[in-house]
């Protein structure tokens, strides 16, 4: 499992691109070595500046739920609320807006 990704550039204000949420998240391990998922990104969605990016943990794909990403959220933010979302028994489908 991939532990490190290249994270894209500094935004400055513009959207990051579908695939470069897929690139930064996909395969990252977050949470602690008790409550952690080994992320699979299964899919982004992108509407005007905002974008929806699925996910799933590799160990249990019932444990699933939706990021909603602003032109604003950064890629810590989104690795951040994963890390928090794995201490949690989170609805499958949660939405969470960033």
Do not use: Y
């Not at 991939?2 to 959207?15: E, F, Q, V």
């Not at 929806?52 to 990021?67: G, K, N, P, Y």
Request: hydrophobic letters at 35%; aromatic letters at 4%.
């Amino acid at each position: 499992m991939k532990n490190s990704h290249p994270r894209p550039p500094t935004r400055h204000g513009r959207p990051v691109a579908p695939e470069q949420w897929f690139e930064a998240l996909d395969q990252r391990r977050v949470g602690t070595s008790t409550h952690r998922w080994d992320i699979l990104v299964t899919g982004v969605h992108a509407s005007g500046p905002d974008c929806w990016i699925q996910v799933a943990s590799a160990d249990d794909l019932t444990r699933q739920l939706v990021l909603h990403v602003s032109p604003k959220t950064t890629i810590d933010d989104a690795l951040e609320a994963l890390t928090a979302a794995a201490q949690q028994d989170l609805p499958p489908g949660s939405v969470l807006d960033l």
